[in-house]
């Protein structure tokens, strides 16, 4: 038993470690010593904007409006909106609009965000496809931005930068931080070839290299360029297309977006399992280490709380990293008793590493229970 219970210890306390600290600094070593350059330079093919929106007149008419200040040549822009099985006044507003370059999708029965994908790009025009939310504000230059990496060859799809605005809570400072800490590994992985996912509120993509999505998909932002890279052509990170959102202010607020995002991960091992092969997978090492270990990562937790429990008297290693851990657990419970310590930095990342952690064991279960994500 005690064999067991030091397995268990150390073999999660060096993935942990590998996940969270490891990679990260890996991969930015491997970005500084043998980075790789994108050939930017100014480019300007026709574009097509795919919108899908589900139950948005609180945003369309702004989205609308903000996709017609991108400062890019309107004769080489079109816009597909793709509603979803709207129910409230998304279609009759979009409808409203006078800009000859919109076309409005109104598919009565919701069958997810794929679906509406699939058959908005179907009817575009443009050599590149420009994908966005619904909710997002893009900056001016975003697309010009985009599409000038794009123009190397190599590239095959580029991420824009998500940035959070009216961050008030612990915890949204929090969320903020952890959103940060992933950016710099995306840009990390994208100076040293290619990063695995992008933000589904900004990204750009060859058209000749979209593939339809599989009915249901939820991370089209990640097997999208997870597609593009295994044709042989780089998905780059572009800091200078912007896009601005809010973060959820309380986990209450979160929890039901950030599970579906989680359980998302799980169903895309299921549509995609070649993803998990070091032979089919070009970014094998990096979509592990990055995304694939990160969803074991509440369960390792545990293991190492038990295992170093189990162990406790054995060696004070185990008796420090046992106390570590509880303390860590201690200082979440009082920043959500006390509002006023969870502004404190190490109490809100503390919080917002719990319940991402928290979320993603939930995730589990509920992909367990409902595999048609998108219909939630």
């Known amino acids: 038993m005690t064999h067991i219970a030091w397995l268990a210890c150390w073999g999660s306390a060096l993935l942990l470690a590998h996940v969270f600290v490891g990679y990260p600094l890996l991969i930015a070593l491997w970005a500084r010593l043998r980075p790789r350059p994108v050939a930017r330079k100014a480019w300007l093919p026709t574009v097509s904007i795919v919108v899908a929106v589900h139950d948005g007149e609180r945003h369309v008419r702004t989205k609308l409006a903000n996709l017609q200040g991108l400062d890019y040549p309107p004769e080489l822009i079109d816009i597909v909106l793709a509603c979803d099985g709207c129910h409230d006044n998304t279609v009759a507003i979009a409808r409203r609009s006078t800009d000859p370059r919109l076309t409005v999708l109104d598919f009565p029965n919701r069958r997810g965000k794929a679906a509406c994908v699939n058959d908005a790009v179907a009817l575009t025009r443009g050599d590149v496809l420009l994908m966005t939310d619904i909710r997002q504000r893009l900056s001016p230059c975003a697309l010009k931005e985009l599409v000038a990496n794009l123009a190397d060859p190599e590239v095959g799809a580029v991420g824009g930068e998500l940035h959070m605005e009216n961050v008030r809570t612990g915890f949204a400072q929090g969320v903020d931080f952890y959103w940060r ?196």
Not at 185 to 199: D, F, L, N, P
Not at 322 to 346: C, I, N
Not at 347 to 369: D, G, P, S, W
Request: hydrophobic residues 55%.
């Open 181 to 376: 800490y992933e950016k710099m590994i995306r840009h990390a992985e994208s100076t040293a070839g290619s990063m695995i996912g992008v933000t589904g509120a900004i990204y750009a993509i060859r058209r000749a290299l979209f593939k339809p999505l599989p009915a249901g998909t939820v991370l089209d932002d990640v097997l999208v360029p997870m597609r593009v890279a295994a044709q042989g052509k780089r998905v780059v990170f572009e800091p200078r297309a912007m896009a601005w959102d809010q973060p959820s202010q309380e986990p209450e607020a979160e929890r039901r977006r950030k599970i579906r995002t989680l359980a998302g991960n799980f169903q895309l091992l299921q549509l995609a399992p070649w993803l998990l092969s070091p032979f089919r997978n070009p970014l094998w090492f990096c979509f592990i280490s990055h995304k694939v270990l990160r969803l074991l990562a509440p369960w390792l937790i545990v293991a190492l709380f038990l295992s170093t429990g189990f162990l406790f008297n054995r060696h004070p290693i185990y008796a420090l990293a046992f106390t570590g851990l509880g303390l860590g657990a201690l200082l979440v419970g009082m920043a959500r008793m006390r509002p006023r310590l969870g502004t404190w930095m190490p109490a809100r990342i503390a919080v917002a590493f719990f319940y991402l952690n928290l979320f993603a064991a939930q995730a589990l279960l509920a992909f367990a229970r409902n595999r048609r994500l998108h219909l939630w």
